[in-house]
C-alpha cells in the first residue's frame, strides 16, 4: 500500500474521522453529546484543579508531545512531567499522525541570506521577501543547471503584485505575469515602475547592484530529488546567478486563469508580431538598455517553465492540467509550438478547491467509495501547529486564537436560541436547507455570521465576550435565562468545557499536516500517471516529479511545499 493510500485510510479511521466530522461549535450546539470512544480523554480534558485553573493547559501539552523532535519522547520514554497524563489513546493517535505526514524541513538552498538582499522588493513583508528570496534562486539553480541555453521564458501564474516576476526577470528571464484581477496586475506595473526609477537612479550614480552579466558563470546541482527533498548542497548566489548574456523582460496580462486560457496566452505572448520575434527592450533589473531582442523561431517548440508562488484553490491544479496537456501533444512544431519544459508551483487556499479537484491519482479515485474530502478537513489542511509554541509571541497568538474558538462555542446555544426564535417570528426556514454533509465539521452556520467577527480585546476574557457577543445580536440574556445551559454563569463548569473544548480544537488542527500531505501526494502521483501515458515514450521527453520544501514555516510560509517537474535529463541530488 502507498503512503498516500495510508494516509487516507488513517482519515477515514474511527478516532480521525470523529475528530474530523465534529467542530467544537457542534459539539456545544449538541449539548454536548460525545462519541462514545472520546469519553476517557474528554474527561481528562475537564479536569482542572481547585483554583479553577489546569496546572499546565493540556492543549498545550497536547501540542509539545506532538511538537517533540525525538522519537525517544514520541514513544513515551523521557516524556517531560506535562506530557505525562496524556491519554494513551491520544498519544498513539499523535505518532501515527507524526510518523505519516510529510517531512516540512526546508531544504538548503546556496547563500539565501545574500540571494535576499539582490531581490528584494518594495513593498515586500519579510515572509513575502523569503519566499520568493528562495523561490527564485531556487528556480535560478534549476536553469543554472539544466537549461541555460533553451529556456528563456517564464509564466508567472497568480503573479500577485508581481515580486516573483520581477525577481525572475532579473536573472535574465523573459517573464509573463498572469493574474486574473486587475488591482493585482495594475499594483504590480506601479511596483515595478518604482523599482525602475529606483535602479535608473542607482544606474546613473554607477552604483548599479547587478553589474555585468556574467554569461561564464557556472551552477553546481541544483536542490531536487524524486521526491520530497530536505537538504542539497549550496550553489550560485541570486546575486551572482546571471543566466544569459541577454537580460530580461516583464509583461503583467489580467486574464480570467484556467488550463485553456492559460495556454492561450502563452501562445499569444511568445508569437505575437508579424515575424516571430517579440521585440524587446534588453533590461538590467528594470533599467532599459538598448540592442536586444526577443526572438522566437517556428522551427521548434519554444521551450517555457510554468511557476506559481502560493497558487490559490484550483489554480494549482489548472496550471498543472496545462503543463501535461502540452505534454502530451506531440512535438511537431505545426502541433506544439511551446512546450512546456518545466513547473514549479507551490499551493494554498485547500478549501477553494473545486470538487474535480480531489481526487485527481488513480489509486484515490479507484476506490470503493470514491475518496472524499469534506471542507472542514480542507480548512483545516491549512494550520501549522508545529509552529504555535515557537516563541512567547506565537504561544500568546495561539492561546488568543484558541480562545476565539471556544468561546464562540460556547456561544452556540444562545446563538441557536436567538435564530429558532427569528425563524418562527419571520416564518422561515432554520439552517437545515443548507448543505448538511458538506459543511459538516465545518462549524459554519447563520447564526456565526450574524455574530460576525468582534475585536481582539473581546477575548480578554469571559465575560467580556459575553458582553459584546450579546451586545452585537441584541440579545438580552435574561428574557432567555431558562433556555441557557448551565455553564453560561457556572464558572467552574465553564472552565473544565473549556479546557475540553481547546483539546478537541488543537487535535482537530493536528490532523491539517497529514491532510496536507495527502492532497499533495494525491497531485503528485497523478502527474506521475499522466506523465507516463504520455503520447511520445521517447526517452528525450521523460520529466521527473517531486515535491520539495522551499520555505521555512517559521517565518510564517505555512504552505511551504512546491510540486517540480523538470526533464530526467537535467541533473538531479539522490
Known sequence: MSKLELIY???????????????PNDLAASGFQLPGSWKGWWEWGTSIDDQNTPCFPRWMSILHYYSATSDDQRTGNQVPSNQSSIPPDLKVLIDEIVRAQLSRDPVTIGNTSESGNA????????????????????????????????LHHIVDVGSGQGYLSRALQN???????????????????????????????????????????????????????????????????????????????????????????????????????????????????????????????????????????????????????????????????????????????????????????????????ERTPV????????????????????????TRETSLAIRKVVFRALLQPVLEIIGAQEAVANH?????????????????????????????????????????????????LDQIAAQLPVYIHNEHRRRQLESALSVLHVLRCIMGPLIESLILLDRYEWIREELSQSSEVRESSAMDVGLVNLFDQATGSGRNVAIVIKPREWPSII
Not at 485510510?9 to 467542530?23: G, N, T, V
Not at 531581490?119 to 543554472?144: D, N, T
Not at 471542507?375 to 509571541?393: D, G, M, T, V, Y
Request: proline share 5%; net charge positive; with cysteine.
Open 119 to 150: 531581490c528584494r522588493s518594495y513593498g515586500m513583508s519579510p515572509k513575502k521577501e523569503h519566499e520568493v528570496s528562495r523561490m527564485s534562486e531556487y528556480i535560478g539553480q534549476l536553469l543554472c543547471s539544466g537549461s541555460t541555453d533553451t
Open 171 to 365: 536573472l535574465g528571464l523573459h517573464v509573463l505575469a498572469l493574474d486574473s484581477n486587475e488591482i493585482q496586475t495594475s499594483g504590480a506595473e506601479r511596483w515595478k515602475a518604482k523599482e525602475s526609477a529606483r535602479r535608473q537612479k542607482q544606474f546613473k550614480r554607477g552604483k548599479d547592484a547587478q553589474g555585468v552579466p556574467d554569461s561564464k558563470h557556472h551552477c553546481i546541482d541544483p536542490p531536487f530529488r524524486s521526491h520530497v527533498a530536505t537538504s542539497v548542497p549550496a550553489a550560485c548566489t541570486a546575486s551572482k546567478i546571471i543566466i544569459r548574456s541577454h537580460m530580461g523582460s516583464l509583461t503583467h496580462q489580467t486574464i480570467r486563469i484556467n488550463s485553456l486560457t492559460l495556454e492561450s496566452s502563452i501562445h499569444e505572448w511568445l508569437f505575437s508580431g508579424k515575424d516571430q520575434i517579440a521585440s524587446c527592450t534588453s533590461m538590467i533589473g528594470d533599467l532599459p538598455v538598448d540592442g536586444a531582442e526577443r526572438r522566437i523561431h517556428r522551427g521548434k517548440p519554444v521551450p517555457v517553465m510554468m511557476v506559481a508562488l502560493h497558487a490559490c484553490g484550483s489554480l494549482t491544479p489548472d496550471v498543472l492540467r496545462a503543463f501535461l496537456s502540452n505534454h502530451r501533444r506531440p512535438s511537431a512544431p505545426s502541433v506544439r509550438i511551446w512546450t512546456a519544459q518545466a513547473l514549479v508551483v507551490v499551493g494554498c487556499c485547500y478549501n477553494l478547491m473545486a470538487l474535480e479537484d480531489f481526487p485527481l491519482s488513480r489509486s484515490l479515485r
Open 428 to 476: 422561515a426556514a432554520t439552517s437545515s436547507s443548507y448543505h448538511v454533509e458538506e459543511l459538516r465539521g465545518a462549524g459554519q452556520t447563520p447564526e456565526n455570521r450574524r455574530l460576525g467577527k468582534l475585536p481582539d480585546a473581546a477575548y480578554k476574557d469571559w465575560e467580556t465576550f459575553l458582553n459584546h457577543a450579546t451586545s452585537k445580536t441584541d440579545v438580552r
Open 9 to 23: 485510510q488513517q482519515l477515514c479511521s474511527l478516532p480521525a474521522s470523529e475528530l474530523l466530522s465534529i467542530h
Open 371 to 394: 475518496a472524499t474530502l469534506p471542507l472542514a478537513s480542507r480548512h483545516l489542511a491549512a494550520q501549522i501547529p508545529s509552529q504555535w509554541l515557537r516563541n512567547e509571541k506565537s
